[in-house]
T-cell receptor
Framework: DTAVSQTPKYLVTQMGNDKSIKCEQN?????MYWYKQDSKKFLKIMFS???????INETVPNRFSPKSPDKAHLNLHINSLELGDSAVYFC????????FGPGTRLTVL | AQTVTQSQPEMSVQEAETVTLSCTYD???????LFWYKQPPSRQMILVIRQEAYKQQNATENRFSVNFQKAAKSFSLKISDSQLGDAAMYFC????????????FGTGTSLTVIP
């Protein structure tokens, strides 16, 4: 009965590779998000989709591309990974209240 | 954009004692939501408590309660009878009811519980 799930939970990869993180919510929410949490624990909004439509697109390198095939899914694809992309990435969904996935710890070597 | 300020990067409390975490926010809106989230070492972000701005009564969830001062734009979290499992990073967050779906987060307060 997981509310917001994301896979994988851990991702270790080499610089220059392309990787994807998947997110699914079964709460029936209209809005989904991607956040990046750095080593200082700051939570930074990256993207937000409402009913599959992009509504928030913060200053994020265009190597990051979100894809929402339907209202329950929001995937994050990252091209040409760099050392600075190492962080924890959270998916979330909301109606009034926001609920988070378990996070994906990405390590770029 | 709205801003959320948590002025205490770190706090500590003795087990079984009470601690209050501070949060202030800046907005020109009259109706909005406020939240506290807990992030333990497991890194899961867990909703602790939620307050709707039009409700004057302070929200309470078991040992967690808030002191919501709308005029002062203050939203502090009180943890009573602190337990070792309360040790975590705590984030305050704001969401407008009227202007979209964006949540604004503070920078967090790291709470240590001393046995």
């Amino acid at each position: 009965d997981t509310a917001v799930s994301q896979t994988p939970k851990y991702l270790v990869t080499q610089m220059g590779n392309d990787k994807s993180i998947k997110c699914e919510q079964n709460l029936g929410h209209d809005t989904m998000y991607w956040y990046k949490q750095d080593s200082k624990k700051f939570l930074k909004i990256m993207f937000s989709y409402n009913n599959k439509e992009l509504i928030i697109n913060e200053t994020v390198p265009n190597r990051f591309s979100p894809k929402s095939p339907d209202k329950a899914h929001l995937n994050l694809h990252i091209n040409s990974l760099e050392l600075g992309d190492s962080a924890v990435y959270f998916c979330a969904s909301s109606q009034d209240t926001q609920y988070f996935g378990p996070g994906t710890r990405l390590t770029v070597l | 954009a709205q801003t959320v300020t948590q002025s205490q990067p770190e706090m500590s409390v003795q087990e079984a004692e009470t601690v209050t975490l501070s949060c202030t926010y800046d907005t020109s809106e009259s109706d909005y939501y406020l939240f506290w989230y807990k992030q333990p070492p497991s890194r899961q972000m867990i909703l602790v408590i939620r307050q709707e701005a039009y409700k004057q009564q302070n929200a309470t969830e078991n040992r967690f309660s808030v002191n919501f001062q709308k005029a002062a734009k203050s939203f502090s979290l009180k943890i009573s009878d602190s337990q070792l499992g309360d040790a975590a990073m705590y984030f305050c967050a704001y969401r407008s009811k009227n202007t979209g779906n964006q949540f604004y987060f503070g920078t967090g307060t790291s709470l240590t519980v001393i046995p």
